[in-house]
T-cell receptor, first 115, second 113 residues
Framework: NAGVTQTPKFRVLKTGQSMTLLCAQD?????MYWYRQDPGMGLRLIHY???????AKGEVPDGYNVSRLKKQNFLLGLESAAPSQTSVYFC????FGAGGANVLTFGAGSRLTVL | GQQVMQIPQYQHVQEGEDFTTYCNSS?????IQWYKQRPGGHPVFLIQ?????EVKKQKRLTFQFGEAKKNSSLHITATQTTDVGTYFC?????????????FGKGTKLSVKP
């Protein structure tokens, strides 16, 4: 039981390159989230999904796209990376939609550097 | 708006000293959660407070929810080096029925042995 798995753990990009971060969960949770964490800024919600095939914008969605084609996977895409997107990205899930507690389980994080 | 303010931003203590971090909201909260993030790690859920004036304890950690449900605190008695990390409070937001949480900016605790 791995919980929430993020890949890759580290990545360095050049400005303008594209990439996709993958979040996979084996807890059968409906709700999934992508947060970014920057020094002194806490955790800010980028996009989220309340179920397979659904996505919605969070606090800082610009420059990112997401997809939830399968319940267990939530992908975060950067079409044209910018230095401002240098950050640590965390995926999280909860079972809130299925009557569970609104408690987030986080992945280990993906550290992205854009040069 | 929906933000939660945490103070202090940083706290340096000698091992054995007490530590308190505060979380404040301008609006009434339905509940408040606390998470801990160890250096280089990911946030881990500690506790959720729901009732006005609620106090919960976890060993040396004491969590309080204000009577007006607009503020909360986390107090650690006799800190240990294992308490090092950043402590975040979080409130519901962005459509409370969808489980989204808004996090404070955190209080970073360092403990000198």
């Amino acid at each position: 039981n791995a919980g929430v798995t993020q890949t890759p753990k580290f990545r360095v990009l050049k400005t303008g390159q594209s990439m996709t971060l993958l979040c996979a969960q084996d807890m059968n949770h409906e709700y999934m989230y992508w947060y970014r964490q920057d020094p002194g800024m806490g955790l800010r919600l980028i996009h989220y999904s309340v179920g397979e095939g659904t996505t919605a914008k969070g606090e800082v969605p610009d420059g990112y796209n997401v997809s939830r084609l399968k319940k267990q996977n939530f992908l975060l895409g950067l079409e044209s990376a910018a230095p401002s997107q240098t950050s640590v990205y965390f995926c999280a899930t909860n079972s809130f939609g299925a009557g569970g507690a609104n408690v987030l389980t986080f992945g280990a994080g993906s550290r992205l550097t854009v040069l | 708006g929906q933000q939660v303010m945490q103070i202090p931003q940083y706290q340096h203590v000698q091992e054995g000293e007490d530590f308190t971090t505060y979380c404040n909201s301008s609006t009434t909260l339905s509940n408040i959660q606390w998470y801990k993030q160890r250096p280089g790690g990911h946030p881990v859920f500690l506790i959720q407070l729901v009732k006005s004036g609620e106090v919960k304890k976890q060993k040396r950690l004491t969590f309080q929810f204000g009577e007006a449900k607009k503020n909360s605190s986390l107090h650690i008695t006799a800190t240990q080096t294992t308490d090092v990390g950043t402590y975040f409070c979080a409130r519901e937001g962005y459509g409370g029925s969808q489980g989204n949480l808004i996090f404070g900016k955190g209080t970073k605790l360092s403990v000198k042995p």
